[in-house]
């Protein structure tokens, strides 16, 4: 798995580029989402990590957010991500 993914993503009917920079190696790696979207990775703040687990990207922080938003956001990178993944 490369250190760096270069990903796009489709949200709320838009579609949307995003990195995942490889933040902490473990087992499988942490990674730290950036939205290329100004208003997006603002909403996105604070909730950004995913966890690469058994090959599946899965989203590690926010779990309990209470904002819906940012769960479909969160939603829509990890799938995309996994999407890419399966690809390459």
């Known amino acids: 798995m490369s ?7 489709h949200y709320k009917e838009r579609f949307y580029k995003a990195i995942a ?9 942490i990674y730290r ?5 100004g208003d997006l990775e603002r909403l996105l703040f604070g909730n950004n990590i995913v966890s690469l687990k058994e090959g599946r990207f899965l989203a590690t922080a926010g ?20 999407d890419h993944r ?3």
């Open 86 to 88: 399966a690809r390459n």
């Open 21 to 29: 920079n490889l933040w902490k190696k473990s087992t499988n790696g």
């Open 33 to 37: 989402i950036t939205v290329m979207n």
């Open 63 to 82: 779990t309990n957010v209470a904002d819906m938003e940012i769960k479909q956001l969160q939603e829509a990178l990890v799938i995309a991500l996994n």
């Open 3 to 9: 250190d760096m993914l270069v990903f796009g993503f």
